[in-house]
């Protein structure tokens, strides 16, 4: 099965159609969207990533095996199972079918009107009003297709359904209130039904669907603009200047009302402005800045060896003050199954905490088998308190777990640390043998 | 009837030992008769044992609301559903048919014991609807076959054939 790491910007719905079909099809999917790992604008224009990924987009896929793939719908057809792809060559097609219809039907509409609602793009009347038209016939034809069949190939749930509703995701949440979608019942019906199967919602979380259509919003495009006329402003002043510069930004308006129905290349731009959005405020604001740098510590254990190196620098390193220890482990095991579900738990968990990570390290341990597992971690937190209350999208999994916050100095924190850090060891206190480890970093 | 729908129900819960059943009374209620402990009397209460002891409980509904709303269905397929006249099949599908509009189970957004009862105790009607009839209660008829085709649930009963294109596009939607 396939393992490796997707490259994207984070709430990328391109790479969700990657990471929802892994969570279906078990694959061992690690997300690179915040630093370290993947800083936007950075990362994806370095030498070595353009070496793997000639256009420097994302999302884009490296397999553990070095197998390196970019355009988001190869990425997601790599990594589904056979009856997300269509077990027969009809249903295959099918399902080929659906993911073409979302690119060249779907998005083109759905971009042109929920782009300027989220300020990442100019507003323009005239190609919104068509865009509606363009969603409406789009939505009619799925309707139409819909009423008749549960999902859109089969009898269940296929990559067409993942491709479709991921490109239809933006247009619930943004602009289709309920009297726009009101017409459309069977559409309705199954985004609803596809929303909340277990495999979107460890993605999607919990969506919302729209209730009142967003219009335009001119100063978060004003803001997300880049600033280039502001100091020339400052140095004319006077009410001279007022008049040529009206002229100018007139003549930039006519520009752009005369642009026709925006290029690919264009939504991509509008794509890089959406990732860039400026960040929620920090939830660990409070706290005195600390001595240990955690992403150097996560540089030395991702790129050198584990016990030589990383855990010799952890613990010459860390600044006892700023960060705390803690053991979690998850308090349900005798609900564990297949352990690939068990793994999806976890990476489901890591997914939702992704603000977390600048913040924190983790190593979460699966031991033993099908239905005989457990799970248990190693969490190293900023702050002396446990980490999740402090934000409420943090919440949704840790009171799942039992936590005990480690004596940083004991010879039990020691041992727990290295034997989790480094995937080796007796790991005594659990009695199971390791399975597999995933890294929260 | 209710012998060979609680025997495939076994079957698609992976229970492996078949349990035996007696019947009681004059509407031949099923009665189970475990080794230890009191009989379980009644389609529902049995099946719901049998989903128990398959360890499969979120088909019993993962929420209390759904919980809620798959008791309800449970609930109507003995009390309407098994008693109903001639007369009152049209309006029970009538009923379905509105509140399949918007819904792909019958409770929650997941497939439920009430899918599996209700599809058994709905079999012999959709049996018998022409193609025309099929079609007014679409809704029905979609939730029907999605039921039939989900994996190792139609083990006794004979599948029913669905058009997907409609022949007579004339009426309502």
Not at chain 1, 244 to 261: C, D, G, H, L, S
Not at chain 1, 264 to 273: G, L
Not at chain 1, 402 to 426: H, Q
Not at chain 2, 55 to 81: C, D, I, M, P, S
Request: include cysteine; hydrophobic fraction near 40%.
């Amino acid at each position: 099965m396939a393992a490796g790491t997707l490259y994207t910007y984070a709430e990328n719905w391109r790479a969700y159609k990657a990471q929802i079909a892994a969570q279906y099809s078990g694959a061992r999917l690690k997300v690179a969207s915040s630093p370290p790992a993947f800083t936007f604008g950075q990362t994806n224009r370095s030498p070595a990533f353009l070496n793997n990924f000639p256009l420097g987009k994302v999302p884009a896929y490296q397999g553990d095996d070095g197998f390196c793939l970019f355009e988001s719908n190869a990425i997601a057809h790599y990594l589904s199972n056979d009856a997300l792809r269509g077990s027969t060559p009809q249903a295959s097609a099918q399902v080929l079918q659906w993911v073409s219809f979302a690119d060249s039907e779907i998005i083109p509409p759905a971009s042109a009107w929920v782009f300027p609602t989220l300020g990442i793009m100019q507003f323009n009347k005239q190609a919104t009003e068509q865009a509606k038209e363009e969603v409406k016939r789009v939505l009619t034809v799925l309707n139409q297709h819909l009423n008749t069949r549960t999902f859109l190939v089969g009898e269940r749930v296929s990559l067409a359904d993942i491709a479709v509703a991921c490109s239809l995701l933006w247009l619930y949440k943004q602009v289709l209130e309920p009297a726009f979608r009101q017409p459309y019942p069977n559409v309705n019906r199954w985004f609803v039904t596809c929303i909340n199967q277990p495999q979107f919602k460890a993605i999607l979380g919990e969506v919302k669907l729209c209730e009142k259509m967003a219009q335009f919003d001119a100063k978060k495009f004003a803001e997300s603009q880049p600033k280039k006329e502001a100091p020339a402003k400052k140095e004319k002043g006077g009410k001279d200047a007022g008049k040529p510069q009206q002229q100018q930004e007139k003549k930039e308006k006519k520009k752009e009302e005369k642009k026709p129905a925006p290029a690919a290349e264009e939504m991509d731009e509008c794509e890089a402005a959406l990732a860039s959005e400026p960040k929620t405020k920090d939830p660990f604001a409070h706290l005195p800045k600390s001595s240990f740098i955690l992403d150097e510590f996560k540089r030395k254990y991702s790129n050198e060896d584990t016990l030589s190196v990383a855990l010799p620098y952890f613990w010459e390193n860390l600044d006892r003050e700023g960060y705390s220890i803690w053991y979690g482990e998850y308090r349900f095991p005798d609900e564990l199954a297949m352990t690939f579900m068990s793994c999806n738990l976890i990476t489901g968990m890591f997914q939702r905490l992704d603000k977390l990570r600048k913040n924190a390290f983790a190593s979460v341990i699966l031991f033993g088998t099908n239905n005989a597992s457990s799970i248990s971690g190693i969490w190293v937190f900023r702050g002396q308190e446990l980490a999740f209350p402090l934000s409420e999208d943090w919440q949704i999994d840790y009171e799942s777990y039992n936590w005990r916050k480690l004596d940083v100095e004991s010879e039990e924190c020691k041992t727990m640390v290295k034997e989790y850090f480094a995937w080796e060891g007796e790991f005594k206190h659990v009695g199971k043998p390791f399975n597999q480890g995933k890294i929260f970093k | 009837m209710a012998l060979r729908e609680l025997s495939s129900l076994e079957k698609c819960l992976g229970l492996k030992k078949p349990n035996k059943y007696s019947t009681q009374g004059e509407r031949k209620v099923p009665v189970l008769q475990n080794n230890n402990g009191p009989a379980v009397v009644g389609l529902v209460t049995i099946a719901s044992s049998l989903v128990r002891d398959a360890k499969k409980t979120e088909l019993l509904g993962n929420t209390a609301e759904q919980r809620a709303v798959v008791q309800q269905w449970l609930e109507y397929r003995v009390t309407r559903l098994d008693s109903c006249t001639k007369d009152e099949v049209k309006v029970i599908l009538k009923e379905l048919n509105h509140y399949l509009e918007d819904k792909v189970y019958l409770a929650g957004n997941s497939f439920t014991l009430a899918d599996v009862l209700m599809y058994y105790g709905i079999h012999y009607i959709i049996m018998e609807l022409a193609v025309q009839e099929k079609e007014k209660y679409l809704n029905v008829t979609r939730w029907f076959d999605h039921i039939q085709h989900y994996p190792g649930v139609r083990h006794h009963l004979p599948p029913v054939v669905v058009l997907r294109n409609r022949v007579y596009p004339s009426g309502q939607h």
